[in-house]
């Protein structure tokens, strides 16, 4: 048995890179594919989980107008195996079967009303994930990387896992937490089964080493750290089924269930159909090119799953998105607390982009904390719609396209010929023609709020360009209120596209007022060739007619 694990390993952590020679096989692209975290439907869904979604959304939304003709792929789900849900569905009086599709719609239709845009919505409970679960195991078992011993630890029932003396302490009121999240934690002692991580401790770093695989950089800096200084143990992977029945049974063993993270984290390999014959792997997606997770459930993706990945001979993750929390007045979302924030009842209040755009202005850094604010969400609704909405029914005003047509209609190119270093105009346009270029090289950063300020800078430019010429004037000239318009409008063309992927909504009613096709909606109608292009022909004109509202009132 051990000669068998020793060669295992040696195989697993040498392996060559399996997902670039079948790109090089494939005769079409792998399917772009994105996860979110999984919900645990213990309790109503809150802010943060709209917040993970969203935050998949827009790099959902922008790979598909970036790359029209490449397959996207893109799971959500629910977690709805483990204690916790065992316990609140007993404390409802209800079946846990029952009790998780009640709370599981909740999820679903907070995903529906976000406009989020997902493929998969896979849950734990399916068929097809114990499949996949089952697969896993029994090739982890004739691997040698699982075996059975007594265990024992510190379980924090909260977390669903045990912690190590290193990683709990004392706590004055609660008594032994862990030291990582705060969660009480109780010894516990049990028969169980074991899974070798300790043996991929190296890989792992040798992988975190090679590239920040892990974003923001200082959660790579704090995993490598972590495994230079507090090398990995094995893990426990079951449960004796009298303490934990709503679950996996262990293949074989029906006295032990399988620990939930454990078959939590396989739902990205169940949701695109694993276990796979051949290059199926690569063509139903995998590996994951981005994964979005909350900073407390890092460690599972970090360690769990890659190595568990390893152990398979499968290609890792590309890349972990892990973004900070939302909390209330400084402190963490809590139902016992009752600060909890209700994304459902924003929406209804401010409609769905305006919130979109509220947690991606001042949520899209993901390195700290940020709270949850009504008054900072009515100020953001008022820039937006300020910036953008107004913008839009003020340059397509009547009045302004009547003393704009009154003028010769010239390209774009030659109105940017004729302007004056100090124009205002001038600036809108070089800013719009650059803003593009901009944006994708930090969305491919992953730097999405940064993205959306280059964005809204234009915007900026655009209002300032308009207060400064007054096209609505009968003093300003009739040439310069065509090319106060028709750079407006150009701008609002570039900033629609741009924006899809972060306020669908109403970048679609944008673009449909300034009579943009479908077609003209991808990535490659705003980079720079297309833009000349675009430039050349005559500005916009009275095709244009006054645009409606693009915000709910």
Not at 176 to 182: A, F, K, N, V, W
Not at 394 to 403: F, G, L, V, Y
Request: net charge neutral; glycine share 6%.
């Amino acid at each position: 048995m051990m000669l068998r694990f020793a060669r295992c390993v040696q195989r697993c952590t040498l392996l060559p890179p399996f997902r670039h020679l079948a790109r090089g096989i494939a005769t079409e692209p792998k399917p772009y594919y994105i996860t979110t975290p999984i919900f645990y439907p213990n309790a109503d869904p809150h802010i943060g989980h709209l917040y993970s979604l969203v935050i998949a959304d827009v790099f959902a939304r922008y790979r598909r107008i970036l790359e029209p003709n490449r397959p996207v792929k893109f799971l959500a789900g629910t977690d709805e195996h483990g204690l916790k849900i065992q316990k609140a569905a007993q404390a409802q009086g209800l079946p846990p079967a029952e009790f998780c599709d009640k709370l599981r719609s909740r999820f679903q239709r907070l995903a529906e009303k976000a406009q989020i845009s997902h493929t998969v919505f896979m849950r734990t409970t399916l068929p097809e994930h114990r499949n996949t679960v089952e697969s896993v195991w029994d090739a982890l078992l004739e691997k040698g990387l699982i075996y059975t011993a007594t265990y024992s630890g510190w379980y924090s029932i909260t977390d669903e896992c045990f912690y190590t003396d290193t990683q709990v302490m004392k706590d004055g009121v609660k008594g032994m937490i862990s030291r990582e999240t705060g969660s009480v934690v109780e010894q516990h002692t049990e028969p169980n089964y074991m899974f070798r991580l300790s043996a991929f401790n190296e890989s792992l770093l040798a992988h975190y080493r090679s590239s920040d695989h892990i974003f923001p950089p200082q959660q790579n800096a704090f995993i490598l750290q972590t495994l230079e200084q507090k090398p990995l143990e094995d893990l426990s992977v079951s449960r004796p089924s009298s303490r934990l029945s709503w679950g996996i049974p262990v293949p074989g063993d029906p006295e032990q269930t399988i620990y939930v993270w454990f078959e939590a984290l396989l739902v990205y390999l169940s949701g695109i159909g694993h276990p796979w014959n051949g290059n199926k792997g690569l063509q139903a997606g995998w590996p994951v090119d981005l994964q979005i997770i909350g900073k407390d459930i890092l460690r599972f993706h970090a360690f769990y799953l890659p190595a568990i990945l390893q152990a398979l001979g499968m290609p890792l993750q590309d890349q972990l998105l892990t973004h900070a929390h939302w909390t209330v007045d400084q402190q963490k979302m809590s139902k016992s607390v009752g600060n909890v924030a209700d994304p459902f009842e924003a929406i209804e209040k401010f409609g769905v982009d305006v919130v979109r755009f509220y947690l991606l202005r001042v949520g899209g850094r993901f390195r700290d904390d940020t709270d949850w604010s009504r008054t900072q969400l009515e100020k953001h609704d008022r820039e937006i719609q300020s910036r953008l909405g107004n913008l839009l029914m003020r340059i397509t005003s009547t009045k302004i396209a009547e003393r704009a047509n009154t003028a010769p209609h010239l390209t774009i190119s030659s109105i940017r010929a004729e302007l004056r270093n100090e124009s205002p105009i001038l600036a809108l346009l070089d800013a719009t023609k650059s803003m593009p270029s901009k944006v994708h090289l930090l969305m491919e950063q992953l730097e999405l709020g940064d993205a959306l300020n280059e964005i809204m800078e234009v915007l900026r430019l655009a209002n300032k360009a308009i207060n400064d010429v007054a096209p609505w004037d009968t003093n300003t000239a009739p040439a310069d209120v065509f090319a106060c318009r028709g750079a407006s409008l150009e701008a609002l063309r570039v900033v629609g596209i741009c924006l899809q992927p972060f306020v669908p909504g109403v970048a679609g009613r944008l673009l449909d007022a300034l009579n943009v096709s479908p077609e003209k909606r991808t990535w490659a109608a705003v980079e720079e060739k297309a833009l000349l292009r675009q430039w050349a022909q005559p500005a916009p004109g009275a095709e244009i007619k006054k645009a409606g509202r693009l915000f709910q009132q």
